[in-house]
């Protein structure tokens, strides 16, 4: 059983930062990529950050400049840094996992969500 357990996350003012970190436990399993995603209220969930286990990153756009992915593969965890925060940054973030569990299918695993709030 794979678990994803996400800290992090909380209440900032506008320009702050906020550091979210995640970690993949449990059975033995193969990593691929890990990411962050969010969602805010009345919107998709969409893609934030991700890095694959070679180390690829990709940012959304409107995020890029100010958050920072980054991973430790020998601790099977990722990283997300978060400076200039702007009130529209404001959702649940979850952690994403693109992971095989030994004699198992690949598939997604994700976080039970960490909500970050931008406001003055």
């Known amino acids: 059983q794979v678990q994803l357990v996400e800290s992090g996350g909380g209440l900032v003012q506008p320009g702050g930062s906020l550091r979210l970190s995640c970690a993949a436990s449990?059975?033995?399993?193969?990593?691929?990529?890990m990411g962050w995603y969010r969602q805010a209220p009345g919107k998709q969930r969409e893609l934030v950050a991700g890095?694959?286990?070679?180390?690829?990153?990709n940012y959304a756009d409107s995020v890029k400049g100010r958050f920072t992915i980054s991973r430790d593969n020998a601790k099977n965890t990722v990283v997300l840094q978060m400076n200039s925060l702007k009130s529209e940054d404001t959702a649940v973030y979850y952690c994403?996992?693109?992971?095989?569990?030994?004699?198992?299918?690949?598939?997604?695993?994700w976080g039970q969500g960490t909500q970050v709030t931008v406001s003055s």
């Open positions: 890095m694959t286990s070679g180390g690829t990153t």
């Open positions: 449990g059975s033995s399993f193969s990593i691929y990529a």
């Open positions: 994403n996992a693109d992971l095989r569990p030994t004699g198992s299918n690949r598939r997604d695993y």
